[in-house]
């Protein structure tokens, strides 16, 4: 039998929307590990704006972030084949995304942090990664992320990124004097950056690392990561189920050695980023 896109019907008791089987029958799944192996569909939501993370390119995204989703969701579902359909989550709906069952999970540059906890059950981290700076290449001013006093940064809307600039300890880290520029998304922070309309944009290294390969040498990263972004995949509140089932599989990966080869197949090679090694410590599912 072929599988094929079914629509979804809002549940407002089940933690996945009931899926359409084959011949028209609705069934209902309680987590999205159950509706992967039941069902061999999922609905994953991802960035279409991030180049080696998660990119549009024609039909489906690209990056590290998609490859990750697909290897995990292959695990999921036993090695089996899985028809994913993509869905654009930009930072400023991944919650809303989750809560209202528009995805059934997440893999979209998500850093892990205790308040978004409160909302979403992560599974992970599978990478972790460093906020670190991107100036225009010519930029001489800026050299350690203590020189943003005074300077133009750029605050992408549902990102928390440009708060370690300028917020104190415990919801920022340098407490800076600096001035935010708003930002539908780091698409439109670094088409400001490209226009002089910003000084510098500060996000993870990752994300920086893809901007600054895709504009072929126009930016720098300045390679002093002074976070760790640990890049969780987002479910829906309380799917402890998924979450324990995603952590075996993202430990199996780290295993046989697929995340590494999937980092240095999108990251490798880029001046002043250091990737990780090792598998880091799952957060657990509570």
Known sequence: MHMRRAGAV???TALVAGLAACGGESQTYATVVDKIQGA???????????????????????????????????ELAGGKDVEIVWKESASSNREPFLQNGT???IFASYSITE???????????????????MVRKDDTSINTPQNLVGKRICKAAGSNSYRRITDPPP???LDLD?????????SECVQKLSGSNLDAVTTDDLILAGFAKQAGGNFKV??????????????????TKTCEAVNAAVKKLWDNGTISQL???????????????????PEGCA
Not at 115 to 133: I, L, M, S, W
């Open 10 to 12: 809002l549940s407002a």
């Open 263 to 281: 980092l240095t197949k999108w990251f490798g090679g880029i001046q002043g980023l250091k990737l990780s090694e090792t598998a880091p410590p």
């Open 103 to 105: 995805v059934d999970i």
């Open 178 to 186: 600096a001035t935010t520029v708003d930002a539908a998304n780091y």
């Open 115 to 133: 308040e978004r906890k409160g909302k979403v059950t992560f599974g992970g981290p599978y990478v972790v990664a460093h906020q670190d700076v």
């Open 171 to 173: 919801d920022g880290e």
């Open 40 to 74: 061999s569909t999922v609905v994953v939501g991802t960035k279409y704006d991030q180049p080696s993370l998660g990119l549009k390119v024609g039909n489906d995204p690209e990056g590290f972030d998609v490859d990750v989703a697909k290897a995990v969701v292959k």
């Open 222 to 239: 300045l390679g002093q990561g002074f976070t760790d972004e640990k890049y969780g995949i987002g479910l829906k509140k309380g799917d």
